[in-house]
């Protein structure tokens, strides 16, 4: 693909990486917006891990993830094992959720996630918990890999083929699902293919069926004539129009506009001109994600003060990043129900679009549903923050309500509480009497209030 931009270079645009001594202080609050964005937060131990380890040292840190301890991955394996011995999607969610509290490789987990509401598939329609499973491995282990290597396989998923109908993609009647949604949610973005090509595209993908729950060529079924799609005339034989799809010039720009809304802001829309040295930058790295991704997170763009509250936290970013911050477990299950309740069921995104996210995670009623999950969170039997109860982590402080607020927002916050409202908190500890309820009390209305909602 010819270069997208003329002289480009990142060392000339916002994507220039982070300099302490010209951009502001590399400080435990500016950690603490790094960890929100790219590891749902991250433990006291961390944060002061990285702010000794300094900007470039921190993203390499994030990229690079933890040891997986032996006794987590085996009770991970555990889990999943008995949830596909029951093949039951819903209790799958409840493994995705311990993965997601418990990873030593959040960011990893971050762009599983991602990739799930990017690729959405739904667990409504398929059924099938061990499709769901090894769609979900192939996520996490492409979460940083290649996005054409990611896009072929997920062109043979199973799942999705399950999902959006092309296991009755036939040449007698191509069905165009798989190929409108290449194209406008996968690849390419709306407004950047005709309806022509859909249906030109369809045909490419006939014969693309399941059996026995694995991929299968039908070439019995297949449509091996020669296509017009976008400008090119070929049979696109051996999934060639997938990659065509992706040489397309809008390609890398849907792709990193996409990923600018994951870590930076929800808005307003990145202008074609901020997001076009990260465009040339994902094709001159043949489509790996993990540059474009370690760019973004060591850019003066996402750790510069004007990115810091530009995102509405999704309910895993609520719930998980809590617990991440106060290093701390919970009921992998009840906390799946929770998320399912939330809006945010994992495995049932609500529809082929994924999740919307932004703004549109905030209403009267999914503030009270917040508030809610939270309390369950806080209060549930097997919560635990530091390996202690919530009750006994926050004794530390609640002898001065005062400091309780302190140490709460330094920790969960990512924008500073106005005077008015800090007062309010300080006097909701102040008024109650039984020092064990005090901080969990607290806790839930701080994290239940709209200052909350934003990373």
């Known amino acids: 693909m010819a270069a997208l931009m003329q002289g480009s270079s990142l060392a000339a645009t916002p994507w220039a990486p982070f300099d302490p001594a010209v951009d502001g202080a590399w400080n435990e609050r500016r950690v603490r917006h790094l960890l929100r964005r790219a590891a ?6 961390l944060v002061a891990e990285l702010v000794a380890a300094g900007p470039a040292a921190a993203v390499d840190r994030l990229i690079t993830g933890a040891d997986d301890a032996a006794d987590r991955r085996a009770a991970s394996e555990q889990l999943a ?3 596909l011995a029951n093949n039951a999607p819903k209790r799958l969610s409840a493994w995705w959720t311990y993965e997601l509290i418990t990873t030593p490789h959040p960011l990893r ?3 599983t996630l991602f990739w799930h509401g990017h690729f959405a598939t739904g667990g409504d329609k398929v059924t099938d918990a061990e499709a769901l499973y090894r769609q979900n491995r192939l996520f996490r282990d492409e979460a940083l890999g290649d996005f054409r290597r ?8 199973p799942a999705m083929l399950i999902y959006l109908d092309s296991v009755t993609n036939r040449k007698a009647h191509p069905n165009e699902n798989f190929a409108r949604e290449l194209m406008e949610l996968f690849v390419l973005g709306e407004g950047n293919y005709t309806e022509a090509d859909v249906q030109q595209l369809a045909r490419c993908f006939t014969g693309w069926e399941v059996k026995q729950g694995r991929f299968r060529f039908n070439r019995y079924q297949h449509d091996g004539g020669e296509k017009s799609i976008m400008g090119k005339t070929d049979a696109f034989p051996d999934a060639e129009a997938v990659d065509w799809v992706i040489d397309q010039p809008s390609a890398p720009f849907f792709i990193v506009g996409k990923l600018y809304r994951l870590l930076v802001a929800d808005e307003p829309q990145p202008s074609r001109e ?5 465009a040339q930058q994902l094709v001159d790295a043949e489509w790996r994600i993990e540059p474009v991704v370690r760019t973004m997170l060591a850019s003066k763009q996402l750790l510069g003060d004007s990115a810091i509250g530009r995102k509405v936290r999704s309910p895993v970013d609520l719930a998980v990043g809590l617990l991440r911050s106060l290093d701390g477990i ?3 299950t009840a906390l799946a129900d929770d998320l399912l309740g939330m809006g945010m069921g994992l495995f049932f995104p609500p529809n082929v679009k994924g999740w919307d996210g932004g703004r549109t995670w905030i209403s009267s009623a999914t503030l009270l549903a917040r508030a809610n999950s939270l309390g369950r969170l806080i209060d549930h039997e097997s919560t635990r923050f530091n390996s202690v109860s919530p009750s006994e982590y926050l004794s530390q402080w609640t002898d001065d309500p ?9 920790r969960l916050l990512a924008v500073t509480l106005p005077a008015a409202t800090r007062e309010k908190l300080i006097a909701l500890g102040r008024g109650i009497d039984q020092p064990e309820r005090r901080g969990r009390v607290v806790l839930q209305a701080m994290m239940s209030g709209p200052l909350a909602q934003l990373a």
């Open 402 to 410: 005062v400091r309780l607020v302190t140490e709460l927002e330094q």
């Open 81 to 83: 094992r008995t949830v």
């Open 274 to 278: 901020l997001l076009a040295p990260l």
């Open 40 to 45: 749902f937060g991250g433990s006291d131990e």
């Open 330 to 332: 919970t009921s992998s």
């Open 109 to 111: 987990e971050r762009m």
């Open 150 to 157: 990611l896009t072929h396989a997920v062109a043979q998923d």
